[in-house]
């Protein structure tokens, strides 16, 4: 029996891992890559190629399976998603912020009328009571936390609580102060550039194999690396570029210089 070419181990991998996804019907967005893969595969063969002639079948398949969840999940306009769900986060934390001030102020101030005026509200006035009827519901709390709370609220009398007007202007504070992360390097480097394009793409990827590289532990050898040429082909296929987005492998080039700058 003759050995496989590479363009079948190849593409054996990703019938494989089709079918796999299919029959437990997951990651749709993963498979309609790999179709894409597997309709382009006269241009996928340099690809495959030189995947070949450099590593084993297993780093192969490793990396393959890098480029279907990069391009399925951190594509531009996926990163372009998430560049504003981060905005999003950033403007919801601001709200919380203003909100929290006003609410804080006016909390203070309910505080001194209940205080001072010859009329006084039955409203909240200590943390523990808050928190005690917020969580009147939730089983964990009252099964362990309330009884113990109430010992506690027992024995120190509010001097040794912070008010309500204190716990929410820390929570202001706490919202104006906080940064912004990326849950995971791949959504990092995707959204490192203010506009979205098909370098967002190639962060991503660089980032995925620096990831499943040998120094920690991955499956990639250290110095993982492909031509500029062979990254063009797989961005264009995976990507489904438009003609007048094709790349080549000079933008590529490109991308990896300004990579190297910025690091």
């Known amino acids: 029996m003759m050995n496989k070419s590479a363009l079948e181990l190849c593409e054996d991998f990703l019938k494989n891992d089709r079918a796999y996804n299919v029959e437990n019907d997951i990651w749709a967005s993963v498979v309609e890559i790999t179709d894409r893969l597997l309709e382009r595969r006269a241009e996928m ?4 190629k030189e995947l070949a002639e450099n590593y084993e079948q297993s780093q192969i398949n490793a990396f393959l399976d890098i480029v279907l969840s990069t391009a399925a999940f951190w594509n531009p306009r996926a990163a372009n998603e998430y560049r504003a769900q981060k905005k999003h986060l950033i403007e919801v934390n601001t709200q919380i912020a203003k909100v929290a001030e006003k609410l804080a102020a006016l909390l203070a101030k309910r505080k001194e009328l209940n205080n001072s005026s010859n009329f006084y509200s039955n409203s ?6 808050v928190i005690d009827n917020a969580s009147q519901y939730n089983g964990h709390y009252t099964g362990f936390l309330k009884q113990p709370l109430e010992s506690l609220s027992g024995q120190y009398d509010l001097k040794y ?3 309500l007007s204190e716990v929410v202007r820390e929570i202001g504070n706490d919202a104006m102060c906080s940064e912004v992360y990326s849950s995971d390097s791949w959504t990092e480097a ?3 550039s203010q506009r979205s ?3 967002d793409f190639f962060r991503a990827l660089f980032a995925a194999i620096e990831e499943h590289c040998e120094h920690i532990n991955g499956v990639l050898p250290l110095r993982f690396k ?3 040429n062979s990254l063009s082909i797989i961005a264009n296929c995976a990507l489904n570029l438009e003609p007048e987005e094709i790349i080549d492998s000079q933008i590529v080039k490109g991308i990896r210089q300004r990579l190297r700058k910025s690091a």
Do not use: K, M, R
Request: charged share 10%.
């Open 45 to 48: 063969s340099l690809v495959y």
């Open 197 to 199: 394009s098909v370098a």
């Open 190 to 192: 995707a959204t490192s």
């Open 161 to 163: 609580w912070p008010s």
């Open 226 to 228: 492909l031509t500029d």
């Open 124 to 129: 909240h006035y200590s943390i523990v009571d």
